[in-house]
């Protein structure tokens, strides 16, 4: 499904709050405006593809709010939920939950309602849909024969029984706190149908796109700034200020010139720091660094016949040596697995055993050139096409990976791809985004992509390279549904018996031990090579205050407080 980007050239004010609204709060202060760099440029909002980039989750973050979230130790806690109610009846093999919302609103001033959860999770399930989070929602009655195209999304077992109560039933007996675990994913937020479904790229629009969480879009100009303003009507505590976004892009200026300007006092928070100043940084104590639950990974395109070959990919990471890549980016911990430390391994929350810790390093830190080279032995070299974006970050790793590579005697083609503007209807200038055109579209042999978790629990990972449980199902037009594997092209008989048996597992600790056993085997036919795990690093200004950071590493800005405001709104 192709997603393309639309942005105005010039800044974009949102609609004003309507009145009267029952969702939230109607403050009309406004508190300062705080100039900040948080992010590289973000241009697709759409939660169910937020697993594929740290830096949209960074703006995102502070758009949208799911029923639950993680709190700072990986703990579920309630977030628009208000209270839920069980109501089992197992005699009757009736399981099923009710959620009620609290009261809170959309940007617009729309309240939020139970429908606008029941539509995004539909969204998910259905068979023609790309996104990666659906195998969190099977447990749902009837979800994964909606998946697969064996049963209508009318079949669902999820109601509105009021416009803020959500009635969910489960196919049978479920573990509810692992329900409520995958309900804190940054993937299973709210979106409203009528914006959704205005036109195909909703996504790209901050014109139509319409917000949840803490903060909502006020201000748009492509390739330029943004403006985030707090939510009148969210349902919590947000001081009233505006975050102005400078991007760092060619048109404006670059990492480093950021940094000048945040050196210089005239921005207070920069989130991007340029890789050569970031061991300086960080080295002075200057820098707050914090873990993303994101592993930069190359995917292959196992349907090529160059990398249709798992010695092939084997060696292809064999010879990469991960603490060079650590050297590179400095915010990074060389990957030991698919499944990064902040994911635990039966049950999560502070104090809990993490599933990295419990499991097999199964990856080596340092390169093995000669093992790499000892299983290429007969094998065919070639042309390799790496997809990359075109960040600054990910231009230093491709560049590595390019020179590994070409020692074992593959040509290696960088690709970076980034936005292309163009004139789409009613003469608003809309941006292709060919890095996510050129991954949907499975026009790669390798790219390189920030994995995020998609939760704090291993399986949807895990289970998105399964092909009962990957990412959607292609109409024959016979009205047959037949499976697609992940983007990978990658499917494995066995791989797909062992997710489905932890899948049925009820034993947490039985169900772990399958898990671990399912990342070993994914790892050893290799269709996602992890490299290392992401952590974020900003500066801060020491006017600035209530900077927190998330679960997922990303800032907080929620309590946020500017001293001295004056001095910084020359210009703003």
Known sequence: MKKIIAVLLSILTVLPMLAGCSGGSSKSKVGPTIPVYISGEVTNFDPA??????????????????????????????????????LDKPSKNYYAIEITLKNTGWSDGTPVQASDYIYAWKRILESDFR???????????????????????????????????????????TNYDLFYEYLASPMLVPLREVNVGRFDDWSSSTTTMVSNGPYSIRAYTAGESMTLQANKYYHGTVNESRLNITFATTKVLDDAGVLKRFEN??????????????????????????????VLSCIFNTETELLSDADVRRALSLAVDREKIVDILTFAKPAKGLIAEGVFNTANGKKKASFRDKGEDLLDSKAKLSEAQSLLTGKATGEINLVIRDDEADQAVGEYLKTTWEKLGFTVNVTALTSVPYEGPNEIVLMDDQYLDAYEQKNFDIILVDYMMFS??????????????AGGAMDMTTGLYELEPHISGYSNPEYDALIAQAYAEKNATKRADLLHQAEKMLLDDMPIMPLVELQSGFLKNKDLKGVTVNYYGMPDFTKVTLKNASKYQIGQ
């Open 49 to 86: 593809y937020g697993n594929l980039d740290q830096t949209s989750q960074k703006i995102m973050s502070l758009l949208y709010e799911g029923l639950f979230k993680y709190d700072s130790n990986g703990k579920v806690v309630k977030a628009q939920a208000k209270s839920v109610k069980v």
């Open 265 to 294: 006092g005239e921005i207070v928070f920069d989130g991007e720091i340029p890789l050569k100043k970031r061991a300086e940084l960080l080295k002075a104590k200057k820098v707050t660094l914090a873990d993303t639950m994101s």
């Open 456 to 469: 704090t629990d291993a399986f949807g990972n895990l289970a998105s390279f399964a092909v009962p449980f």
């Open 131 to 173: 996104g990666e989070a659906a195998s969190m929602l099977f447990c749902i009655k009837n979800a994964k024969k909606v998946h697969d195209g064996d049963a209508t999304i009318d079949d669902l077992g999820i109601t509105d029984v009021s416009s803020k109560t959500i009635r969910i039933e489960f196919e049978g007996s």
